[in-house]
């Protein structure tokens, strides 16, 4: 069965990535714009078998300005866990499994043309990240915590104040009660003061 996946990542999905301006690197690929990479993982399940191997794929957007307003190092080959957009292919691509399973039993024509499909959504969604902003747009859309504090960096630092106050009300909203909140709150009310706007709670 590992040799039915190394076939499947050699035959199938290098050759339809490539075309895309995909580079391979293990069971990584990436292609690499002005600030941002995009990349997508195949992580092996722990639990395989020889007669049994399971995959997931995960996908990754890494931006440098992002970056820069955590004061992190500038990556020109990022993991996919240092990205900023980070999500499973069932996330993005309609009809995709959570985990893909290679068996005896498996069609292994049904399996490549679901895979290569969600794929092709992937990338589909990719286009529509062209920087940083279309990430925080995206958490912000949530309304998510996670890069909360770059979003309210970036969406302050450009000016966007109207954006910044409707993306706490919503966050307010979803976790204005859980205990951890003021931890979240403080953090928030320090960067508004950093840009010398009110924080209105």
Not at 15 to 31: I, Q, V
Request: proline letters at 2%; charged letters at 25%.
């Amino acid at each position: 069965m590992q040799q039915r996946f190394n076939d499947l990542i050699k035959q199938d999905v290098k050759p339809f990535l490539a075309e895309r301006g995909f580079a391979k690197k293990s069971l990584n690929f990436s292609k690499s714009t002005d600030g941002l990479v995009y990349m997508l993982n195949f992580q092996k399940s722990g639990g395989n078998s020889a007669d049994h191997v399971m995959f997931y794929v995960n996908c990754g957007v890494y931006s440098a300005d992002l970056a820069r307003l955590q004061s992190k190092e500038i990556l020109t080959a990022p993991q996919e866990p240092e990205c900023h957009f980070r999500a499973r292919i069932e996330e993005l691509a309609r009809s995709v499994p959570a985990r893909f399973s290679i068996t005896s039993d498996t069609n292994m024509d049904d399996l490549r043309d679901t895979l290569l499909n969600g794929l092709d959504e992937v990338l589909q969604f990719y286009d529509t990240m062209t920087g940083a902003r279309s990430i925080v747009d995206y958490y912000v859309a949530g309304p998510y915590l996670h890069l909360g504090e770059e979003s309210f960096q970036l969406l302050l630092r450009t000016g966007d104040e109207a954006a910044a106050r409707r993306y706490l009300k919503a966050l307010q909203e979803k976790h204005g009660t859980e205990n951890r909140w003021t931890i979240f709150e403080n953090k928030y009310r320090a960067i508004f003061e950093q840009y010398g706007v009110a924080y209105e709670s």
